[in-house]
């Protein structure tokens, strides 16, 4: 059974900092790359962040360069988004998702995912 277990979420003020992670089990870690996306309250769904798990490379989305930081602990099966000088803005529910293939897949579009977890709130006071 494929799982995504997402964590980390939490209220914190601007300029703090959380760390998210996903869990992954029930797929083959090395095959797949894993991304995080948001979705606030009446918004639609954004891209954040993706790594690939066989290469290590990476994509931000522009609103979270130079703040947040995607990694994977392959042996874990573990990606985790490390989220600094956070903003109100960046209040969401954060999602983990699994996406079949290596390199370029990183820049795919949520629909493209294969597999997703549930979601952890993040709140950022102002």
């Known amino acids: 059974e494929v799982q995504l277990q997402a964590s980390g979420g939490g209220l914190v003020q601007a300029g703090g900092s959380l760390r998210l992670s996903c869990a992954a089990s029930g797929f083959t870690f090395d095959d797949y790359a894993i991304g995080w996306f948001r979705q606030a309250p009446g918004k639609e769904r954004e891209r954040v962040s993706c790594i690939s798990s066989s290469d290590g490379s990476t994509y931000y989305a522009d609103f979270v360069k130079g703040r947040f930081i995607i990694s994977s602990d392959n042996a874990k099966n573990t990606v985790y988004l490390q989220m600094n000088n956070l903003k109100p803005e960046d209040t969401a529910v954060y999602y983990c998702?699994?996406?079949?293939?290596?390199?370029?897949?990183?820049?795919?579009?949520?629909?493209?995912?294969?597999?997703w977890g549930q979601g952890t709130l993040v709140t950022v006071s102002s």
């Open positions: 998702a699994a996406i079949a293939g290596v390199g370029v897949v990183i820049y795919s579009d949520w629909y493209e995912y294969n597999y």
